[in-house]
């Protein structure tokens, strides 16, 4: 133990000393927050719909074949009961929830003013709007044609007959602020690149500054080694992801719904887990440069492929399937579930105990891969 917190105090002294680090670890991660932040914007398409009809009435029939016929949407579940809508969003099964009611057609029929529900998890809030704008022009255009249906056959104009109207609820971001979706992910972004960065170059540099020769001929064990490297970088990780939280919170007023420890053991996990594949990077490289370009390599597929920039479900299916052993996706969806969906420890157990996996074996591959030469 004192091995290691020796270690730990010599690592705190190169980062401190070291005057250009501290800007980048610092200064640079709040001023990318609040710039891409402000900069993200992206298209919705394949919006999950589920569909509640307790009129089963042709007209409400011909209502579900244009919603199935639409670009924009996928009908993924069907039911007569309120409560199965709501348990799919809670659950993040579904986007949205139109409900038809009792009696649909006949208050139609009737000439009276007709009213269908749309519930809407807006935790996107982006994909909310656009979804309940084209889920409108939709309805609307369907409406007309009900319109000169029924009108035709009532021999009425077609103008005196009722508009549907939808009534919207918008949970989880009831303001549809689309920041309130991108700033938690672009947390996650400048954690794991940081984390990665400074991680891979960590032992590189003291190869090529000779200092780590004076390391290899005490008898320091490898993982001994590797613990007392991490250890700074992980405080340093947390205090980062502890700034950025602030920042979201004062600057753009993300809510923090969920568990906090529960967010934060994870977070604790993730960075281990970070910091293993950058140090594993180090101990495969024998250049600073070498180091970044591979660093890069891996981030970039990572961060494209982890669903902050774009929907999972609009990926190809091979894509989709690649993102299932992408960690930066879990702590993605782990940042928004906490935050914005108040979220605890029993909802995220598949994503820690995946990120807990990767933990071990990346950390596993380091401390094997590193080459102590006396």
């Not at 919006?47 to 074949?65: A, G, N, P």
């Not at 103008?159 to 700033?183: C, D, G, H, R």
């Not at 700074?232 to 919170?249: D, Q, Y």
């Not at 990120?355 to 596993?364: D, E, M, Q, T």
């Amino acid at each position: 133990m004192r091995t290691i917190l020796f270690l730990v105090r010599k690592e705190f002294l190169q980062i401190f000393r070291n005057k250009g680090i501290l800007p980048i670890l610092f200064v640079m991660p709040i001023i990318q927050l609040m710039v891409l932040s402000f900069a993200a914007d992206f298209e919705i398409r394949n919006v999950k719909l589920y569909w509640i009809d307790k009129d089963q009435s042709t007209s409400s029939r011909l209502l579900h074949q244009k919603l199935e016929g639409s670009a924009y949407f996928i009908v993924n579940g069907t039911s007569f009961n309120s409560k199965d809508g709501e348990e799919a969003v809670n659950r993040g099964e579904t986007d949205m929830v139109l409900e038809i009611p009792e009696g649909f057609e006949r208050e139609l029929v009737r000439d009276q003013n007709t009213d269908i529900q749309l519930l809407v998890n807006a935790i996107d809030g982006t994909k909310a709007g656009l979804g309940t704008y084209y889920l409108s022009r939709i309805i609307q255009d369907y409406n007309n044609e009900l319109r000169q249906k029924f009108a035709s056959k009532l021999n009425l104009s077609a103008v005196s007959l009722k508009q549907i109207a939808v009534e919207y609820s918008y949970w989880f971001n009831p303001e549809l602020n689309y920041k309130t979706f991108m700033v938690p992910g672009i947390l996650v972004l400048l954690v794991t690149m940081i984390g990665v960065f400074i991680s891979s170059m960590n032992i590189v540099r003291e190869r090529e500054l000779g200092t780590i020769e004076q390391l290899n001929v005490t008898p320091i064990k490898k993982y001994q080694f590797i613990i007392g490297k991490q250890l700074p970088l992980w405080l340093i990780g947390l205090f980062e992801f502890t700034l950025g939280l602030i920042v979201g919170k004062l600057v753009f007023n993300i809510p923090i719904e969920g568990s906090l420890p529960a967010l934060y053991s994870f977070a604790a996990l993730y960075i281990v887990m970070v910091l293993g594949i950058g140090f594993f990077i180090s101990t495969m490289t024998e250049t600073q440069q070498q180091a970044m370009f591979i660093s890069w390599f891996f981030l970039v597929i990572f961060l494209l492929m982890s669903g902050l920039f774009t929907a999972i479900e609009n990926m190809p299916d091979w894509a989709q399937k690649i993102t299932l052993i992408n960690p930066v996706r879990y702590f993605i969806e782990v940042v928004r579930l906490v935050l914005l969906k108040g979220a605890g420890f029993a909802d995220i157990t598949k994503q820690f105990a995946i990120v807990a996996i990767y933990a071990l074996i990346i950390n596993g591959l380091a401390i094997w891969n590193y080459r102590k030469v006396s």
